[in-house]
């Protein structure tokens, strides 16, 4: 007998939010990114033609997962929010469309394009200069106190470079894995017998989260930044009108930032960046799932501003599925 879409609906949010709980408090997925990413898919579209069927509650209308009680619970002030994905051509063009009709703007966007690194999103906190705290970002809310893991990550600053700097400065990135690190950690675990982790994502997540900094002090972590989060800055030493231009702004103050990023000019070249990273996947030494594209103009974001999970000026354009099932189900998982 045919479900009806009410029913459908219950069906698909129970099987994300199951998939939610292993991917992000276990660390440990059971299905590729593309079958969460196809069922998630199939929700959005049910929950559009439905909208009085929407609840709160939905993976839809949600970020991430719940922190880990083993870690002492860190708030954010602004929330950490996810991306809204395209997956072709015509999703993207429909995000630039959405975005113009809302400004009534008859001209391009300046677009501040980046890499999709598959890691994990963490907030890092610098007062006068010096790293205090730093968070993961849990159900975007509230985040689990990973500041002594970070603390062992070599090209994270404790302190900050310069004098001009804000008094509080939250910055947000990605600790990742590159790839080189995650295969000689994987030929390390099966020397010693030990399970392997199933891909670099998986490994960051896993070393990231660990009660012992000692073992995520051993294990080949990274981080770019590619955000700012909670600023106080009476003096405006910040730059405020630019997110381009705030990301080579930390990059002069210490932070990693990733030499891949740029800022083109209106849609076309936004897809020709998308064409040559994806071109170029294969030999960038960490893993990415796509790009992220960003209407740089930082007025503009503000008049745009948030829906539920996600900022309404910027969005995942997604690479096309290259994991396999196998990769998965055939590998022990490591936490
Ligand atoms: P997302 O990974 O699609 O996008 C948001 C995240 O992108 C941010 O939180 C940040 O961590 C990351 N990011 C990387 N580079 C960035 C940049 N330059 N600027 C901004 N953010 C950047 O969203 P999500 O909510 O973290 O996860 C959803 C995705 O995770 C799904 O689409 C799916 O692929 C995967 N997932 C898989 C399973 C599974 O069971 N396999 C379960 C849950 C989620």
């Known amino acids: 007998m045919k479900q009806s879409p009410e029913q459908q609906i219950a069906a698909l949010r129970l099987q994300?939010?199951?998939?939610?709980?292993?991917?992000?408090?276990?660390?440990?997925?059971?299905?590729?990114?593309?079958?969460?990413?196809r069922l998630y898919r199939e929700l959005q579209q049910l929950?559009?033609?439905?909208?009085?069927?929407?609840?709160?509650?939905?993976?839809?209308?949600?970020v991430?997962?719940?922190?880990?009680?083993k870690f002492s619970q860190v708030q954010h002030s602004i929330p950490m929010l996810s991306l809204d994905n395209a997956f072709d051509a015509a999703d993207f063009s429909a995000f630039v469309k959405r975005m113009r009709d809302r400004l009534d703007l008859a001209g391009e966007f300046s677009?501040?394009?980046?890499?999709?690194l598959d890691g994990l999103a963490v907030s890092i906190r610098y007062e006068n200069g010096v790293l205090v705290q730093a968070a993961t970002r849990g159900d975007g809310n509230t985040g689990e106190d990973i500041t002594t893991n970070i603390r062992t990550i070599r090209a994270i600053p404790l302190k900050l470079k310069g004098d001009n700097l804000p008094p509080v400065?939250?910055?947000?990135?990605?600790?990742?894995?590159?790839?080189?690190?995650?295969?000689?950690?994987?030929?390390?675990?099966?020397?010693?017998?030990?399970?392997?982790?199933?891909?670099?994502?998986?490994?960051?997540?896993?070393?990231?989260?660990?009660?012992?900094?000692a073992i995520t002090a051993k294990r080949p972590l990274m981080f770019y930044a590619y955000a700012v989060g909670l600023v106080d800055d009476p003096a405006g030493y910040l730059n405020n009108s630019c997110h381009y231009q705030r990301l080579q702004q930390l990059k002069d103050w210490g932070l990693p930032?990733?030499?891949?990023?740029?800022?083109?000019?209106?849609?076309?070249?936004?897809?020709?960046?998308?064409?040559?990273?994806?071109?170029?996947?294969?030999?960038?030494?960490?893993?990415?799932?796509?790009v992220v594209i960003k209407v740089s103009n930082l007025n503009q974001q503000q008049a745009l501003g948030f829906v539920a999970r996600a900022p309404r000026w910027a969005i995942a354009f997604k690479f096309p599925a290259q994991e396999m099932l196998t990769t998965l189900l055939d590998v022990d998982f490591q936490v």
Do not use: W
């Not at 939010?17 to 969460?36: I, K, M, R």
């Not at 929950?47 to 949600?62: A, C, G, I, Y």
């Not at 991430?64 to 009680?69: N, S, T, V, Y």
């Not at 998308?274 to 990415?288: C, K, M, P």
């Open 257 to 290: 930032v990733c030499p891949e990023i740029r800022l083109v000019e209106g849609e076309t070249a936004a897809l020709a960046y998308y064409q040559d990273i994806l071109t170029r996947r294969a030999s960038l030494a960490y893993e990415i799932d796509g």
């Open 111 to 116: 677009f501040c394009c980046e890499p999709k």
């Open 64 to 69: 991430g997962g719940a922190p880990l009680a």
């Open 47 to 62: 929950e559009q033609q439905h909208p009085e069927l929407v609840s709160s509650d939905s993976p839809t209308q949600r």
């Open 169 to 213: 400065l939250e910055v947000r990135g990605e600790v990742f894995m590159p790839l080189a690190g995650f295969a000689q950690l994987n030929e390390q675990a099966r020397q010693q017998g030990d399970k392997v982790f199933a891909n670099p994502r998986n490994a960051a997540a896993g070393s990231l989260r660990q009660l012992d900094p």
């Open 16 to 37: 994300l939010a199951e998939y939610n709980y292993q991917y992000y408090v276990l660390d440990a997925p059971t299905v590729p990114d593309a079958e969460y990413d």
